[in-house]
């Protein structure tokens, strides 16, 4: 299928296939068995200018979309989830301040993140609040000159690497989610620390971790956007992001795929490669249809994202929904093609399928992404009554 990239969008992922088949293939099953975090990719994403990919050059990126965001996320993903997530959660991190930052904030913070010298994470979830992101409990009261945060963030991509946080907490109770604020903290400020690396089924080569605040002061510049925009932040960001997480799915289903045709061709059952037998080719058929449907739909809501359209929220959590179950999908199946050989660790299809179930569960449940989908059909539905 063309896609009808422009020669530039080609470019990136031409260099996002390169990186991640020179760079991340030959160390993923190591990074995962180690739990360990891929400095050096990042540092090779770095150099390739790939970390400031969606950032404006005013501020040092390239100044490019969505679509190329995803395109890179896609090629990344298609060699390890576990390196895009690090790499997709650091965009997550920084729409906060790109969506809602003052113009000094951005020249303060968005140069260093394009330039990958410090990466960030988002904050929102904590243990009462995961799909309910309006019942988070941290705080962040207003005292003087500064805000003093306290409360744990849990299940932090990038806890601990990153050097900026963008942090949604409570200033004022009463008002609920509408009570809610984003910030942003920088580690190394007292009173912020973090909790224990969390040992994960999937992903292993990105960090998750807790974000403890214990009367931690900030600048009260710190803040992004205006009080009670929190919610707000929260939801704007995820809806720039999901986009992303769908192209997630679809790299590590085009992947599983690609591995599954070159040992179906390899392997031989009753006299014959198992890629003649139909039961075999009909999987593989399968594969190749819902991976085409991802991407087709994945693309058209990132042009549609980049078009500069107000409203995304309905697109994007289809986009994430699609491939993210496309992702799982796909990926189950092509252990499925291998065998008990899919099953072990000598080839990669039983990290991917490990890897894709938490594309299903993070930046809001598929089912939540269902939710937000049937709100927009009824409020649709309201409109052309
Ligand atoms: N853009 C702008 N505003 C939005 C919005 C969006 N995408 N989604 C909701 N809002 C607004 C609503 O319009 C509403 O405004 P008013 O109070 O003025 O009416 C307000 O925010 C509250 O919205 P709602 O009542 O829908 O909030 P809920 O508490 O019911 O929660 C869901 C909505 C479930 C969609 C939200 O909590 C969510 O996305 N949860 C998943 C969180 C998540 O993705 N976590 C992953 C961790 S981050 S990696």
């Not at 068995?33 to 891929?38: A, G, I, L, Q, R």
């Not at 019942?135 to 003093?148: C, D, F, R, S």
């Not at 799982?328 to 399928?353: H, I, R």
């Amino acid at each position: 299928m063309d896609y009808f990239l422009t020669e530039e969008q080609q470019m990136i992922r031409d260099l996002a296939r390169q990186i991640a088949e020179e760079k991340i293939v030959p160390v993923r099953a190591e990074l995962d068995e180690k739990n360990e975090y891929p400095w050096e990719v990042i540092k090779t994403l770095a150099q390739s200018d790939m970390i400031g990919l969606f950032i404006p050059e005013e501020y040092g990126g390239l100044g490019k979309g969505c679509l190329e965001l995803c395109i890179a996320v896609e090629e990344l993903s298609r060699a390890c989830v576990g390196v895009s997530t690090t790499y997709a959660a650091n965009a997550l991190g920084t729409y906060p301040i790109l969506l809602f930052g003052t113009d000094e904030q951005k020249k303060k913070y968005l140069p260093d993140i394009a330039a990958g010298k410090r990466l960030v994470a988002f904050g929102l979830t904590e243990a009462n609040a995961g799909s309910d992101a309006g019942g988070i409990q941290t705080t962040a009261k207003l005292e003087g000159n500064e805000y003093v945060l306290n409360g744990t963030k849990q299940w932090i991509t990038n806890g601990g690497e990153a050097e900026i946080y963008t942090i949604i907490a409570i200033t004022d109770k009463a008002k609920g989610p509408r009570g809610a604020s984003a910030f942003v903290v920088e580690k190394g400020t007292p009173g912020f620390t973090f909790g224990k690396k969390e040992n994960k089924m999937g992903i292993r080569a990105s960090s998750t971790r807790e974000l403890i605040f214990d009367n931690c002061r900030i600048p009260k510049e710190n803040i992004l956007g205006k009080e009670g925009m929190g919610f707000i932040v929260a939801m704007k960001t995820l809806d720039s992001s999901r986009t992303g997480v769908g192209a997630q799915g679809l790299g590590v289903a085009q992947g599983a795929y690609e591995e599954a045709v070159k040992f179906a061709r390899q392997r031989h059952q009753f006299g014959h490669p198992i890629i003649s037998f139909q039961a075999i080719q009909h999987m593989l058929a399968d594969m190749a249809i819902e991976i085409e449907a991802a991407r087709a739909l994945i693309y058209s809501v990132a042009r549609y994202v980049d078009s500069g359209a107000k409203d995304v929220s309905k697109p994007s959590a289809m986009a994430k929904t699609f491939g993210t179950d496309v992702g799982m999908k796909v990926t189950t199946n092509a252990v499925q093609v291998m065998g008990g050989s899919g099953y072990m660790k000598e080839y990669p299809v039983e990290k991917m399928m490990r890897d894709a179930k938490i594309l299903q569960i993070y930046e809001g449940t598929n089912q939540i992404q269902r939710n937000v989908i049937g709100q927009e059909i009824i409020k649709e539905a309201a409109r052309n009554k």
